[in-house]
């Protein structure tokens, strides 16, 4: 999702106009968390980024499906491969059973798979690539 695809490719344009809106259809929902980067690239650090990011995410997730969903609606979660998976799984376990809000609609604690062999894992990444695209120009 650069600029020069997105200019040049109708059919990207296309295709990704087709997903968002098939996932609507069905009922689903994309959504947006991030940070802003204050930092000087040369200083920033990826992965302190990520965990407080992906406990935001389960936080939505959890309240989403205590609201909307079910009252049985639990929810997975798939990662992305991830060099930091120990730490964030730890993180989410104690987001699920920790004090204050625990997150009681995650079954458990997420987990990881390679992208390049789960299509819809792929197409996640490039959603979320392009919503993270779109976060960041509408921050500036």
Known sequence: ???TNVTKYRELRNTTNRLLNKIET???????????????PDKHNPN????PVLLEAIKRIDSFCAEDCDP?????LALD???Q??????????SMYGAGEPRKRLIEPPFQLESH????????DWIAG????????WCD
């Open 72 to 76: 049985k609606g639990h929810f997975i």
């Open 117 to 124: 062999r789960y299509q819809t894992l792929q197409a996640a």
């Open 130 to 137: 392009l919503v993270g695209r779109f976060g960041a120009y």
């Open 1 to 3: 999702y650069t600029v």
């Open 85 to 94: 998976r120990q730490n964030l799984i730890t993180a989410a376990a104690r």
């Open 48 to 51: 302190y980024l990520y965990n």
């Open 81 to 83: 491969e991830h060099d």
């Open 26 to 40: 069905i009922g689903g929902f994309v959504f947006y968390v991030g940070l802003q980067k204050n930092l000087p």
